[in-house]
């Protein structure tokens, strides 16, 4: 096996202080996008955890939606109680400290308020970005719950 990127490094040891074990996979393909990597890892878009960050007022959140699913702004609004408008490129790696498209669900300079998608915990395992757009990892809802100390909600958009 190849030495993992500082990137995906810190994601280890993020798992690793939360008592989690979980092996970090390096794919050829990108998994830049829930398609990519659901195709890359031979799974479904249902079981790709997408990080997205978005500015609550002034402050960033974390959400983690189903690769399926599409995230109802005005969802994560209600919850926030706060504007919520998506980060740039440069917003999301100042506070988390990855590049679109390898954002993991932890691993941060310091904490996000992070909201998860209901619709994640139907599955018995789930895969996440890793620190780059070419490293994942696997994990359960529950650990993926207990790893970010998410809060669980309905965030997903209702087709029209």
Request: proline letters at 8%; glycine letters at 8%; aromatic letters at 4%.
């Amino acid at each position: 096996m190849t030495q993992l990127p500082p990137a995906s490094r810190r994601v280890s040891a993020a798992l690793h202080h939360a008592g989690l074990s979980a092996e970090i996979r390096e794919f050829d393909a990108s998994t830049r996008t829930a398609q990519d990597a659901a195709s890359a890892i031979g799974t479904t878009v249902g079981q790709i955890v997408k990080s997205l960050v978005f500015l609550a007022g002034d402050r960033p959140v974390l959400a983690l939606v189903s690769g399926s699913n599409q995230l109802d702004t005005p969802k994560l609004q209600a919850i926030t109680g706060r504007a919520v408008n998506k980060a740039d490129a440069t917003l999301v790696r100042e506070a988390t400290g990855y590049a679109i498209g390898g954002v993991p669900p932890a691993g941060f300079p310091s904490p996000i308020d992070t909201y998860i998608d209901q619709d994640l915990l139907q599955h018995e395992e789930l895969w996440a970005a890793a620190g780059t757009p070419h490293h994942v990892f696997r994990i359960t809802p529950p650990d993926l719950v207990r790893l970010t100390a998410g809060t669980v909600a309905n965030l997903r958009r209702d087709p029209p």
